[in-house]
């Protein structure tokens, strides 16, 4: 299968599609991403290859975290000013197979004309890299902004408030409307409280993860699957 990166969910959507396997739990973001043909998938996922039987996850939150020194220094208010100011960001997107986290950073960006080579063409810096490592980066001041994402509040943020100094960056309204648009996000807020540093309300895309049935399942072992989550609704409320 295309892109077997590490964590990465493409190579279950690619054999869900073949007929390999009758479900799959995938993230919103890999469908979009596998309907679309974008990287990694090397071809378009067809969309009547599959059924969306619930929506079993959702709740996780997207947001950038950046250092407060870094964000001074250069006069930022939204991500657009990354663009407009040619901002050398060392950015930690995170790992290539997080898809959910990787497409948030790719849409961030594309909604004000940049990619990961323009970052580094202004003398930035693009870490692939998973959270945890991420974080360590930023807090030995080693990176500058980090794509996170997580359920509220998250546990890595406020371990990096503790350590060092750090706010949000809002990602502004275009870029707001081309990840719901393209990438299968949905619009949310970070409220105001949720950390020390966080003083008003966050819009920020949401996303979460679906329960999806291939060509080989058949129409008696959806319903059967659907039957069994509805019994069983309460628990997983």
């Known amino acids: 299968p295309p892109g077997e990166y590490p964590g990465n969910p493409v190579g279950g959507l690619v054999r869900l599609s073949r007929g390999e396997r009758p479900f799959a739990l995938q993230s919103w973001q890999s469908l979009a991403a596998g309907m679309h043909g974008m990287e990694p998938f090397r071809e378009k996922i067809p969309p009547e290859n599959f059924r969306v039987v619930a929506r079993v996850v959702r ?3 997207l947001s950038l975290v950046a250092r407060k020194d870094f964000l001074e220094k250069y006069n930022l208010e939204t991500a657009a000013d990354i663009a407009t100011k040619k901002v050398p960001v060392r950015f930690a997107t995170n790992q290539r197979g997080n ?4 497409l948030f950073a790719i849409g961030v960006l594309e909604a004000y004309g940049l990619d990961y ?10 870490f ?3 959270s945890q490592a991420a974080a360590d980066l930023l807090r030995n001041d080693r990176c500058d902004l980090i794509a996170s994402g997580g359920f509220l509040p998250g546990s890595q943020v406020m ?3 503790s350590a060092t100094e750090i706010d949000m960056l809002p990602i502004g309204e275009p870029a707001m409307r081309l990840l719901t648009s393209k990438y299968g996000y949905e619009t949310s807020v970070t409220p105001a409280g949720t950390y020390d540093f966080l003083e008003e309300d966050l819009p920020s895309p949401g996303t979460g993860f679906l329960l999806v049935a291939g060509p ?8 059967k699957m659907v039957r069994a989550l509805h019994r069983q609704f309460d628990y997983y409320k």
């Open 159 to 161: 371990e990096m408030a």
């Open 99 to 102: 898809l959910t986290g990787q």
């Open 216 to 223: 080989a399942a058949t129409d008696a072992q959806v319903y």
């Open 117 to 126: 080579e323009t970052v580094e063409s202004f003398g930035g810096t693009i």
């Open 59 to 61: 709740g996780m939150v």
């Open 128 to 130: 692939h890299l998973p």
